[in-house]
């Protein structure tokens, strides 16, 4: 979808949401005048995302990348996909917002501000790997409903916060402790206070990993709104659905968290393999973790045409949930051979690893360059589409892009 | 000499006239436009669109398919979601009424009764199942020439 105007029937209710703040005055305003802020719900200048990112829904807001706009290491803000189930949040005062650490496995509750968490913890920087459990949807057959994304639900930016770990164990964690669930201050389309549109969580291993945070930098400087500010989560390498946005509670349950979007089959992939189309009960329907290897080819972007005896620089990026890359490989016959192409060394565990290779064409005509990424337990990606399930998770089949030779 | 001065007093007026007929014409230009462009005096409003207008049968305000059913979609489905969540999406009668279900059950929407066979009925219809194979082939493609 190419870019549009976003226009939209609004009123000053409207406008106090988007601001988040309630409009002075505004008996005042002149008859006709339409406020400045409301002048904008164009998506692009609202997220400051490039044009050439696609919208796949406007309620709630949901964008992705295309693969040559991923082309930098450190995913920046412009590029990086946008997933809500809800409405953003209305109102958000860095100087009173708080985060509280409960639940029935907590030592003692406790509740800390933004100051606090920034003081009393060391802080640490990683680049991590945040990808929808989703990405990659739009090809499975029969079709799983929700956002059909293509292959651009991924980002690898960096995040600096404090870990995790410290906050709990500053708390406290009882030896019945399992999982953390997260809370947050996102509003259910709905708008029925009483519901939340999403709060998920991790079991303890992933919660006290060195490289979990909770940030408040992306990439240097305060989380945009749309991704969180003031406080996120970071499960780096897990659905990006367990990296909860603007977070007021942490409970560290007894039990595997039981929130909004952990139960029926979101983010859950049959137990065990069924046929494409088949009806799954909910008790037969397992948690997504790790996410699975996959890779992109970010450059060029897929069309190019070039003149007949030239080599082509191809690169890209791998990565594989909690693993690493072994190797990394491309053909340009459809799987009949493969060559090597370089994998670079993460910058840290859960960032994605560059890759390059220099392509020859034996001849004139229409070829397509196939990537395929290994990981460390030697899987490698399926070129057809993984094995279906309901909801269209977990889509790593090899990403290719169309080359002509002339 | 007079005549001359007289020719230069005919010429004089006309151009005088031309002028003022100019003239005349910017300010009529001028109150046309500030009545059909100028600034309107309601509520804050930014809707350009007239929100029923449909348009190569597309219903432009939500950019559904004009059909039969489309009120009964666009009163019960777009209230929570935008209607680009229903476009994206292509599903057999069974998912489209499993969604709805789950929608009942989780997400807080009402019982539909009759409704629910209308608004099904056109979903179905106007947003089917493509087959699709197990792997697409690349479509789309915007050919471009890679300069070194």
């Known amino acids: 979808m190419k870019r549009r105007s976003f226009v939209a029937k609004s009123g000053l209710g409207t406008l106090a949401t988007l601001l988040g703040v309630d409009i002075v005055y505004k008996e005042l305003m002149p008859?006709?005048?339409?406020?400045?802020?409301?002048?904008?719900?164009?998506?692009?200048?609202?997220?400051?995302?490039?044009?050439?990112?696609?919208?796949?829904?406007?309620?709630?807001?949901?964008?992705?990348?295309?693969?040559?706009?991923?082309?930098?290491?450190?995913?920046?803000?412009?590029?990086?996909?946008?997933?809500?189930?809800?409405?953003?949040?209305?109102?958000?005062?860095?100087?009173?917002?708080?985060?509280?650490?409960?639940?029935?496995?907590?030592?003692?509750?406790?509740?800390?501000?933004?100051?606090?968490?920034?003081?009393?913890?060391?802080?640490?920087?990683?680049?991590?790997?945040?990808?929808?459990?989703?990405?990659?949807?739009?090809?499975?057959?029969?079709?799983?409903?929700?956002?059909?994304?293509?292959?651009?639900?991924?980002?690898?930016?960096?995040?600096?916060?404090?870990?995790?770990?410290?906050?709990?164990?500053?708390?406290?964690?009882?030896?019945?402790?399992?999982?953390?669930?997260?809370?947050?201050?996102?509003?259910?389309?709905?708008?029925?206070?009483?519901?939340?549109?999403?709060?998920?969580?991790?079991?303890?291993?992933?919660?006290?990993?060195?490289?979990?945070?909770?940030?408040?930098?992306?990439?240097?400087?305060?989380?945009?709104?749309?991704?969180?500010?003031?406080?996120?989560?970071?499960?780096?390498?897990?659905?990006?659905?367990?990296?909860?946005k603007w977070l007021n509670t942490i409970s560290i349950r007894n039990k595997v968290h039981d929130g909004a979007k952990m139960e029926g089959s979101s983010y859950r992939v049959p137990c065990e393999t069924v046929a494409p189309g088949e009806t799954v009960a909910d008790?037969?329907?397992?948690?997504?973790?790790?996410?699975?290897?996959?890779?992109?080819?970010?450059?060029?972007?897929?069309?190019?045409?070039?003149?007949?005896?030239?080599?082509?620089?191809?690169?890209?990026?791998?990565?594989?949930?909690?693993?690493?890359?072994?190797?990394?490989?491309?053909?340009?016959?459809?799987?009949?051979?493969?060559?090597?192409?370089?994998?670079?060394?993460?910058?840290?565990?859960?960032?994605?690893?560059?890759?390059?290779?220099?392509?020859?064409f034996p001849k004139k005509g229409y070829y397509e360059i196939w990537a395929r990424a290994t990981d460390s337990n030697e899987n490698k990606q399926p070129m057809v589409l993984p094995g279906w399930n309901p909801k269209g998770y977990l889509n790593n089949a090899c990403h290719r892009i169309a080359i002509k030779v002339v | 000499m007079q005549e001359k001065e007289n020719k230069d007093g005919i010429v004089f007026k006309t151009i005088f006239k031309v002028m003022l007929l100019i003239f005349t014409g910017f300010i009529l230009i001028g109150a046309l436009a500030i009545i059909f462009y100028g600034p309107r005096q309601t509520q804050v409003e930014l809707t350009e669109v007239d929100p029923e207008l449909i348009e190569n049968g597309i219903h432009v305000r939500t950019g559904l398919i004009e059909a039969d059913g489309l009120q009964t979609v666009i009163t019960n489905c777009i209230t929570c979601h935008s209607s680009k969540l229903i476009i994206q999406n292509r599903m057999g009668e069974e998912q489209w009424n499993a969604t709805i279900r789950w929608m009942q059950k989780t997400q807080g929407l009402w019982p539909l009764g009759e409704n629910q066979k209308v608004i099904v009925d056109y979903l179905t219809t106007n947003y089917p199942l493509l087959e699709k194979g197990r792997r697409p082939p690349l479509t789309d493609i915007d050919w471009y020439s890679l300069e070194k």
């Open chain 1, 31 to 244: 008859k006709g005048y339409t406020p400045l802020a409301l002048q904008e719900t164009d998506p692009f200048k609202l997220f400051n995302k490039d044009e050439a990112m696609v919208v796949l829904n406007d309620k709630p807001w949901n964008m992705e990348a295309q693969a040559h706009l991923l082309n930098d290491r450190v995913t920046p803000n412009k590029y990086m996909f946008v997933r809500n189930n809800g409405l953003l949040p209305e109102k958000i005062d860095e100087s009173s917002w708080e985060l509280k650490i409960d639940g029935e496995s907590v030592v003692e509750s406790k509740t800390y501000s933004l100051s606090d968490l920034k003081t009393k913890f060391k802080h640490h920087t990683y680049q991590l790997t945040l990808e929808c459990g989703g990405n990659g949807r739009s090809e499975f057959n029969p079709p799983a409903k929700g956002n059909q994304w293509t292959i651009g639900a991924v980002s690898s930016a960096e995040w600096t916060g404090i870990r995790l770990k410290d906050v709990l164990a500053d708390a406290g964690i009882k030896d019945d402790a399992v999982y953390i669930g997260y809370h947050a201050a996102d509003m259910h389309l709905s708008r029925n206070p009483t519901k939340e549109p999403i709060s998920r969580g991790v079991p303890m291993s992933k919660a006290l990993q060195e490289e979990t945070l909770l940030a408040f930098s992306m990439n240097g400087e305060a989380i945009p709104l749309v991704h969180g500010f003031p406080l996120r989560l970071i499960c780096g390498g897990w659905p990006a659905s367990t990296s909860g």
């Open chain 1, 283 to 360: 008790e037969d329907m397992c948690i997504i973790e790790s996410m699975p290897v996959k890779s992109l080819i970010t450059y060029p972007k897929s069309g190019a045409i070039i003149k007949e005896g030239k080599s082509l620089k191809i690169n890209g990026h791998a990565w594989a949930g909690e693993l690493e890359i072994n190797s990394m490989e491309y053909s340009i016959d459809y799987g009949t051979s493969w060559k090597p192409a370089s994998i670079e060394k993460a910058k840290n565990r859960l960032a994605w690893q560059h890759f390059n290779a220099t392509v020859n």
